[in-house]
T-cell receptor, first 113, second 113 residues
Framework: ETGVTQSPTHLIKTRGQQVTLRCSSQ?????VSWYQQALGQGPQFIFQ???????GRGNFPPRFSGLQFPNYSSELNVNALELDDSALYLC????????????FGPGTRLLVL | GDSVTQMEGPVTLSEEAFLTINCTYT??????LFWYVQYPGEGLQLLLK?????DKGSNKGFEATYRKETTSFHLEKGSVQVSDSAVYFC????????????FGAGTRLAVHP
């Protein structure tokens, strides 16, 4: 069984640019959640996708957007990057939106200069 | 609002010492509770969970008991190893249509020989 994978592992962007991060959910999982983990802090919920639709959103501005594809993989897009967007972005998948256990990928570390 | 509070780190212990990492939460009702572990440079791994009051989660020698009276879910291990050095996150589930986790700030554990 393949676990959650994310790409790229590291990324450097400059302020104002746009970035796309990718996530492949664990086999058999149809729900993907994205979290932002700033340095020295716990992860913060960005949003969740279930069967290709956004199913819940945290306190993040609209320039954070996402997609989920028919194979349940997902993308996180961030427009107009700000310095404070520098963080580890974690993707987590679960079997269903009601299944409470989430399995996390290794994350993408984004640095905004 | 909903929150999770963990004891501040770092926690520094000698090998074979007893470990306690405190975690308390605020919530209405009885949410499922989790401990995740993050090793250097990696994503989060589920360590253990408890879904209802008085449940005890356990894994790899770690234990935590869901105490509704004190709204706590403290992590314990009887004898730590150097390989347990990591950051530990306590989390609670927010239910209601989607599956969101609220994390504490994390507690760094350093175990030395």
């Amino acid at each position: 069984e393949t676990g959650v994978t994310q790409s790229p592992t590291h990324l450097i962007k400059t302020r104002g640019q746009q970035v796309t991060l990718r996530c492949s959910s664990q086999s058999g999982h149809n729900t993907v959640s994205w979290y932002q983990q700033a340095l020295g802090q716990g992860p913060q919920f960005i949003f969740q996708y279930y069967r290709e639709e956004e199913n819940g959103r945290g306190n993040f501005p609209p320039r954070f957007s996402g997609l989920q594809f028919p194979n349940y993989s997902s993308e996180l897009n961030v427009n107009a990057l700000e310095l404070d967007d520098s963080a580890l972005y974690l993707c987590a998948s679960s079997k269903d939106r009601g299944q409470e256990t989430q399995y996390f990928g290794p994350g993408t570390r984004l640095l905004v200069l | 609002g909903d929150s999770v509070t963990q004891m501040e780190g770092p926690v520094t212990l000698s090998e074979e010492a007893f470990l306690t990492i405190n975690c308390t939460y605020t919530a209405t009702g009885y949410p499922s509770l989790f401990w995740y572990v993050q090793y250097p440079g990696e994503g989060l791994q589920l360590l253990l969970k408890a879904t209802k009051a008085d449940d005890k989660g356990s894994n790899k020698g770690f234990e935590a008991t869901y105490r509704k009276e004190t709204t706590s879910f403290h992590l314990e291990k009887g004898s730590v190893q150097v390989s347990d050095s990591a950051v530990y996150f306590c989390a609670r589930r927010v239910s209601g249509g989607y599956n969101k986790l609220i994390f504490g700030a994390g507690t760094r554990l350093a175990v030395h020989p």
